[in-house]
């Protein structure tokens, strides 16, 4: 079982929580080209490591929010938020 | 069943990721084409990836006219392999139900199976009382939470031994030349004169692979490693539009034979089949999150039974011997990845997701001819990468998110 650590509600059961993917800066839709806001939505970075991810916290606080994880370890890092988003600066 | 050559220090084509895509493109390589100076090298052993984990499922009803045509070639294939490659691969053509358990699933079916009969497919649509003369033990009745609406039922769907598609592959390649190294890692792919900082990526060519035995130099590498896609790709500078997650699957203990047929549902996110020694093999959706670790999970297990439990109550005292887990490269548009990636000399053959066991045949076959030829077959055409970037996405989630 994975303990998602919901900055809210703290660790609970993955099952809780909808996964919505890599997190990555979102292009202006309005200046992006078709090809630009494509490369967004459908290329990935895969890594077998640390990736920052985005959740949704489905069953407690309904907030959206992004976590670092190994994918090879599946472990989340710690602390689970990269250390300029927890100082609440854009990463 | 192949023999334990050296590794040599170069080689007209590599092909990295030893399972039976990278052995069905080395087979059709020297068969078809007489290119016999070629290497499979796999970090583990042939068959350890989903090669050797899959639930053996084979049929050609997928939803677009492209991916029917293409799965409807590897039947084909499947058909006569047994011949072709001189080992039994024990295909059971035992039909294949889709079940419909909502309205909107039925309207799917019924596009499907349209779709599928002008290609020729033999698929259609069947109500709960045909589905019950072909699967006695499914519960039909109007009572369950989710009642049994109809099915798309398709016959010459069936199973196939993976292992001995494995094996048949590896030893009829072998026997033409090919040279299978196993405990051989791909660490990197030398690229000269691409866009990127480092020289590699679109632009460049391939000139040879770095493994943990030692360099070998080569012209064409032809990526074959599903779950792991990505990291070799990145290796040469190609960005994919792969995530990796974990497939689940279990199998019980074996009792007499009473499924006749493969069962899919959709709704309930499960299908079920029972092997010729009589055990029920089980699976399910990929797992929720991307991972590159293959352990299994309680919730998979306990979300299983509940599930089959709702199709076939009388199973309830059945016992789960073991489960196990594989990694899958899934696509937006649950359709592969084929042929050249803008780096000359670098092919890929991913994006198998949970599909692509029954897709190796004719992935072979036309990948083979791309790096024979140097051009794209027509009939891999629609999966290429540019198709993300074009946006002309062939959507297959319809027909493989469930039913693999
Ligand atoms: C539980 C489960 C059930 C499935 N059920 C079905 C089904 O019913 N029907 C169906 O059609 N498909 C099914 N699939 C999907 C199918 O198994 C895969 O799509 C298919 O096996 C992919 O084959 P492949 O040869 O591309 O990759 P794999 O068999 O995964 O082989 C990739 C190989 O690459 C090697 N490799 C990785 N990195 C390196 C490196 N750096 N250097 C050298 N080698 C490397 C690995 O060791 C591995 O052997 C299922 C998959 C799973 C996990
Ligand atoms: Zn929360």
């Not at chain 1, 077998?48 to 190994?70: I, K, M």
Request: aromatic content about 8%; hydrophobic content about 40%.
């Amino acid at each position: 079982m994975l303990l998602v650590p919901c900055p809210n509600c703290g660790p609970r059961n993955a099952a809780d929580f909808s996964y919505v993917g890599e997190a990555k800066a979102r292009p202006d839709p309005n200046a992006a080209t078709p090809e630009e806001w494509r490369d967004y939505l459908y290329m990935k970075d895969n890594p077998a490591g640390r990736l920052r991810e985005t959740w949704y916290c489905r069953s407690g606080c309904r907030q959206y929010f992004v976590l670092e994880r190994d994918t090879a370890a599946n472990r989340f890092a710690d602390p689970p938020l990269p250390a300029a988003e927890a100082d609440g600066e854009e990463a | 069943m192949w023999r334990d050559v050296p590794l040599r220090n170069s080689y007209d084509v590599v092909i990295v990721g030893g399972g039976v895509h990278g052995l069905a493109t080395a087979y059709y390589l020297a068969a078809n084409h007489g290119i016999t100076d070629v290497a499979v090298l796999d970090k583990a052993y042939l068959g350890s990836g989903g090669s050797g984990r899959n639930t053996a499922i084979v049929r050609s009803n997928y939803l677009t006219p492209e991916g029917v045509a293409f799965y409807d070639r590897s039947l084909q294939l499947y058909n006569t392999m047994s011949a072709d490659l001189n080992i039994n691969v024990m295909f059971s053509e035992r039909g294949h139900l889709t079940l419909a358990h909502t309205d909107s699933a039925l309207r799917t079916m019924r596009w499907r199976a349209e779709v599928n009969k002008l290609q020729g497919i033999d698929s259609s649509v069947i109500g709960p009382d045909e589905i019950k003369k072909l699967a006695p033990s499914l519960d039909t009745s109007s009572h369950p939470r989710f009642p049994i609406l109809g099915a798309l039922y398709h016959p010459p769907g069936g199973i196939v031994r993976h292992d001995a598609v494995v094996w048949g592959y590896a030893r009829a390649a072998d026997h033409l030349g090919v040279e299978m190294h196993q405990q051989t890692e791909v660490t990197d792919i030398e690229v000269t004169g691409g866009d990127g900082p480092d020289g590699k990526g679109p632009g460049g060519r391939v000139t040879g692979v770095v493994t943990s035995r030692g360099r070998i130099s080569t012209p064409t590498v032809v990526n074959c490693t599903a779950g792991w896609a990505s990291l070799i790709s990145d290796m040469a500078g190609v960005k994919l539009p792969i995530s990796t997650r974990p497939l689940q699957a279990a199998v019980t203990e074996p009792v007499k034979v009473f499924l006749p047929t493969v069962v899919v549902s959709g709704s309930l996110h499960v299908y079920v089949s029972q092997t010729d020694r009589g055990e029920l093999v089980f699976g399910a959706s990929v797992d929720p999150y991307n991972n590159y670790g293959i352990t299994g999970s309680l919730e998979f297990t306990e979300e299983l039974a509940g599930h089959v439990l709702e199709l076939m109550p009388g199973i309830s005292k059945m016992r789960l011997l073991r489960q196990w887990s594989g990694l899958c490269d899934m696509t937006p548009d649950y359709s592969p990845v084929m042929g050249f990636t803008g780096v000359d000399g670098f092919l890929c053959d991913v994006g198998w997701g949970t599909y692509g066991f029954k897709a190796a045949p004719v992935s072979g076959e036309q990948m083979a001819e791309a790096v024979a030829t140097g051009t794209t077959p027509e009939m891999i055409a629609p999966f290429s990468l540019d198709r993300f970037h074009a946006g002309t996405l062939v959507g297959e989630k319809g027909a493989a998110a469930v039913g693999h």
